[in-house]
């Protein structure tokens, strides 16, 4: 069974403080590796997606991936209470079509 | 700036009926995926197509049908709906730019939420 792990928190982060959430995968054959973000009662939206080791940078976000590890993590900087949000890890299994999902991680970030 | 859409945001229906969820996507992306949530359990994937009249199952099909006859509608369908089929399912489109070009473009539909009773 393939799967992504994700510690479902909540994970609580003073404002303007660094978020660190972290995911781990077991198919060493996966290739893409994504962040989602969900909003309670709304659809996940892609924040990021990494498929080379290291890391990759999209304005507050980063991605942090280490495949010999099978690590994966987000980090956002200064963190805002509107980042308050679940964060889902995904990881392609089988292609970019079969994506395995992490339970998600639940963000809570105080004023 | 709509970009995928679902036919129903929520819907009951009773054990037995056949059930039909549609999505419907604007960008021209070639793969649709149908995805159900549950708490505890995550995004789970049902179905995805990559082209017009091509299928394939993901994790859990069984239960489910789908049907994509124009390369903008993906339908799902539930042949007879249980109790167990109660979820919020999600519909996605995504268009795969080559993982050179460091691309992914994905969206996802805002959801129905289904009630079998």
């Known amino acids: 069974q393939k799967e992504v792990e994700q510690n479902s928190g909540p994970l609580s982060v003073p404002e303007g403080a660094i978020a660190s959430l972290n995911c781990t995968y077991s198919?060493?054959?996966?290739?893409?590796f994504f962040w989602y973000r969900q909003y309670s009662g709304k659809s996940p939206e892609l924040i990021m997606f990494?498929?080379?080791?290291g890391d990759k940078e999209d304005g507050r976000f980063t991605a942090q991936l280490n495949k010999a590890s099978q690590y994966v993590s987000l980090l956002i900087r200064d963190s805002q209470p509107s980042d308050s949000a679940t964060y889902l890890c995904?990881?392609?299994?089988?292609?970019?079509?079969?994506?395995?999902f992490g339970i998600g991680t639940k963000l809570q970030v105080i004023p | 700036d709509v970009k995928v859409t679902q036919s129903s945001r929520y819907l009951v229906k009773r054990t037995g009926e056949k059930v039909f969820l549609e999505c419907v996507q604007d960008?021209?992306?070639?793969?649709m995926f149908w995805y159900r949530q549950d708490p505890g359990l995550g995004l789970r994937l049902i179905y995805f197509?990559?082209?017009?009249?091509?299928?394939e199952k993901g994790d859990i099909p069984e239960g489910y049908s789908v049907s994509r006859e124009k390369k903008e509608r993906f339908s799902l369908i539930l042949e007879s709906a249980s109790t167990n089929q109660t979820s919020m399912y999600l519909c996605?489109?995504?268009?795969?730019?080559?993982?050179?070009?460091?691309?992914?473009?994905?969206?996802f539909g805002p959801g129905t939420r289904l009630t079998v009773t």
């Open positions: 996605a489109s995504t268009l795969t730019q080559g993982r050179t070009s460091g691309d992914y473009e994905q969206y």
């Open positions: 198919d060493r054959g996966s290739q893409s």
């Open positions: 990494i498929y080379s080791n």
């Open positions: 995904a990881a392609d299994s089988g292609g970019y079509q079969k994506v395995t």
């Open positions: 960008m021209d992306h070639e793969n």
């Open positions: 197509s990559y082209d017009v009249k091509m299928k």
